[in-house]
């Protein structure tokens, strides 16, 4: 009760208050940043500088002013990108970040100045704004078998995200000296040398906003449903126009600043608040309310720097701040308890042969164990089938990095189904729920407190963040009613913030958090022998131990009331499922880092082999894990002779494509 009376409280506070407030904020912050200055050098350096060797002067008019009115106006723009993304698919979750549109445009950026760097000198817009679309289209793609519910765009949009950060990450360590600065520009920093930036901003930007006006009719004709068809509307082209205006608009404050996490989110969650309603005035408020929050955040990082010499990109701290409102959002959706329908309910006595397809798959991760060992390059770039005789010089080399790929594999299976059948959602996945993310936060962690430290003391923060994370949704669980997807909401937000925080203090330039770069990439060239079999026994550990929550397993994916009325506690058994997916992530996590699929594939692979029990899917998606990941090391060891690429990243390039692909084949199957 006293909690939702301070609810009730805080909605009797008059909408234009909280923009007001929000203004008088900005100008203070703003007053507090440039006024000394301003009051040391005179109003007429606003102007211009007559005088180009007065440093503080040309520093204020062609630097500090420019990022004051590049703040403003990408503010701007990505509110009312957000606002038109919420109003057209009608879900307050969708923002420029959520939907992938920022990860595709720095993705299509990377790719252009490797390989196509004349495209940056004919329209940089362009390239960003064409690689922002095609990932928002991957986007859509991927939620439509789920009918775009708020949940299936967050997660397809999660997946983009990560997939264009590997593809990123493996460019960046192909071509480091044309991409050594991405990752700080990725970062979102609104550092400007002069005035050009904005003006070219300017007229893009003020483009889209009178685009934006001209679909305000139709936009809120939208909102009839069935009557806007009456009407002779043409919605799909409505969509389209309004979605294309939302990239287009992100793409080009991408271009100029790079990432802005979450403000097209936080914007139109402000103009709601103060009370918009009509999609005039929710785009109108929603730039206004971007605007001002950019600009404040942008101003107390300046005020920052200046106390502390502490420089943080803005766009990183704005999705770090902004994860927070996600998870406020997405725990205000109705909560949906999962009841499996008929078709879930018969599936698993649909199994075939389980027997002979865990066994066939066994045999492939053999040989493809064996295939890694004997099969390389030689000197001159060609493949070789080593001898026999070699193999004693081989396999210090070969031996291990396979045994940990395969074993981090099978771990990552086995914890994709356990989080898969808890939450009864096949798009869940240690990454997903913010397992990956909290490990590898509990690594950083390490690095500054104690640098320098053994394997065995980052295992331990490793699974210490892992369960830190797990703690932290089971007590938000807790004051959630049963929810099949409440836990995955709460996972993403909380993942969000983490990576955000971490990906700020990557983009300080700490040699230490350079140092988790390299790390996070999830190469195992530096394995031996020891981490090996510490992998392996803890994989062949985790294989004898996973049978035993099969029962629990299968109940849970019955629903709720399935599992109660065969006398199983809820709590306990989502406690137990949890801290054991928890650890074994935190484990292969800190094997190949956080950045693969593996998790969120293997167990849809093993269904489509026909693996839909619970003891013979874990079973199978242990092997098709090992088996993914042994072929990523492989690939990552052979393709880009002589260097070597990360096999964790190798393993979300190859799987992006696949999953996708899986997606597809369920789409046709229940056409």
């Known amino acids: 009760m006293p909690e939702m009376s301070r609810i009730s409280d805080v909605r009797k506070v008059p909408g234009g208050a909280w923009l007001v407030l929000l203004a008088l904020f900005a100008l203070a ?31 204020f008019h062609f630097s500090r002013l420019p990022r004051l009115a590049m703040a403003f106006l990408a503010g701007g723009a990505l509110g009312v990108a957000g606002a ?18 920022e990860a595709g445009a720095q993705l299509a950026l990377a790719v252009t100045m490797v390989f196509f760097p004349v495209l940056l000198g004919w329209s940089r817009d362009l390239v960003t704004l064409g690689g ?28 983009a995200g990560l997939y264009a950060s590997a593809c990123v990450t493996l460019l960046a360590l192909m071509k480091e000296h044309y991409l050594g600065g991405l990752f700080i520009w990725g970062g979102g920093s609104l550092v400007q040398q002069d005035w050009r930036p904005v003006i070219s901003l300017l007229p893009r930007v003020a483009g889209g906003l009178v685009l934006a006006l001209l679909l305000l009719r139709p936009l809120t004709l939208l909102s009839l449903d069935e009557g806007a068809k009456g009407l002779g509307l043409k919605i799909a082209q409505i969509r389209a126009a309004g979605l294309a205006i939302a990239a287009a608009l992100t793409g080009f404050v991408v271009s100029a600043v790079g990432i802005i996490g979450f403000v097209g989110l936080a914007a139109p969650a402000f103009a709601r608040m103060t ?18 929050l950019l600009t404040t955040t942008d101003q107390l990082l300046q005020i920052l720097e200046s106390g502390t010499g502490i420089f943080l990109p803005t766009g990183a701290v704005t999705a770090m701040l902004g994860a927070p409102l996600l998870l406020v959002l997405v725990r205000r959706l109705p909560a949906r308890a999962h009841r499996a329908s008929s078709a879930e309910k018969i599936a698993p006595e649909r199994s075939r042969a389980p027997v002979w397809m865990v066994a066939g798959l066994a045999g492939a991760c053999l040989l493809a164990v064996a295939a890694a060992v004997l099969i390389g390059r030689g000197i001159d770039g060609s493949f070789l089938l080593s001898p026999f005789d070699q193999l004693e010089d081989l396999l210090p080399w070969r031996l291990p990095r396979t045994l940990v790929a395969g074993s981090a594999g099978i771990l ?23 397992i990956s993310s909290g490990a590898v936060f509990g690594v950083l962690a390490v690095q500054f407190l104690a640098a320098g ?39 993403v937000a ?15 330039g700490d040699p230490r958090a350079m140092l988790l770069l390299q790390w996070m990439t ?11 079999a510490l992998l392996a026994a803890i994989a062949c550990a985790a294989l004898l131990a996973a049978p035993l929550f099969s029962r629990v397993l299968t109940l849970l994916k019955l629903g709720d009331e399935a599992a109660q009325s065969a006398g199983i506690g809820l709590r306990a058994a989502r406690l137990l499922v949890l801290v054991f997916a928890a650890v074994l992530t935190a484990v292969a996590t800190l094997a190949i880092g956080p950045l693969s699929f593996v998790g969120l594939m293997a167990p849809h692979l093993a269904r489509r082999a026909g693996l839909l029990r619970s003891l013979p899917q874990m079973a199978g998606a242990a092997a098709f894990g090992g088996l993914l990941m042994i072929l990523a090391d492989y690939l990552g060891r052979v393709a880009y002779f002589p260097w070597q690429l990360p096999a964790g990243t190798m393993a979300t390039f190859i799987g992006g494509p696949l999953l996708v692909a899986l997606v597809l084949l369920r789409r046709a199957r229940t056409a």
């Open 494 to 508: 909380l993942g969000a913030f983490l990576t955000a925080l971490v990906s700020a203090v990557i983009a300080s």
């Open 132 to 159: 922002g679309s095609l990932a928002m289209l991957g986007v859509f793609l991927v939620a439509w078998q789920a009918g775009f519910s708020p949940l299936s765009v967050m997660l397809a949009g999660l997946m």
């Open 453 to 491: 430290s053994g394997y065995l003391v980052q295992v331990a923060g490793a699974s210490a963040g892992a369960l830190a994370v797990f703690g932290i949704l089971l007590a938000m669980e807790q004051r959630r009613s049963r929810s099949s997807d409440s836990l995955l909401y709460s996972g």
């Open 29 to 59: 912050a703003t007053v507090t940043n440039l006024g000394p200055a301003l009051a040391d050098l005179g109003g007429s350096v606003i102007f211009g500088v007559d005088d180009m060797t007065n440093q503080p002067a040309v520093q």
């Open 275 to 292: 009370g918009a309603r009509t999609p005039a005035s929710r785009l109108l408020l929603s730039g206004i309310s971007g605007a001002l």
């Open 412 to 434: 990552l299976g086995l914890a994709g189904v356990f989080i898969q059948r808890l939450t009864a959602n096949p798009a869940a996945s240690p990454e997903v729920l913010g």
């Open 522 to 532: 999830g190469s195992t060239s530096q394995a031996d022998w020891t981490s090996a």
């Open 84 to 101: 038109l993304l919420q109003q057209i698919l009608r879900n307050p979750l969708a923002s420029p970040s959520t939907v992938g549109i």
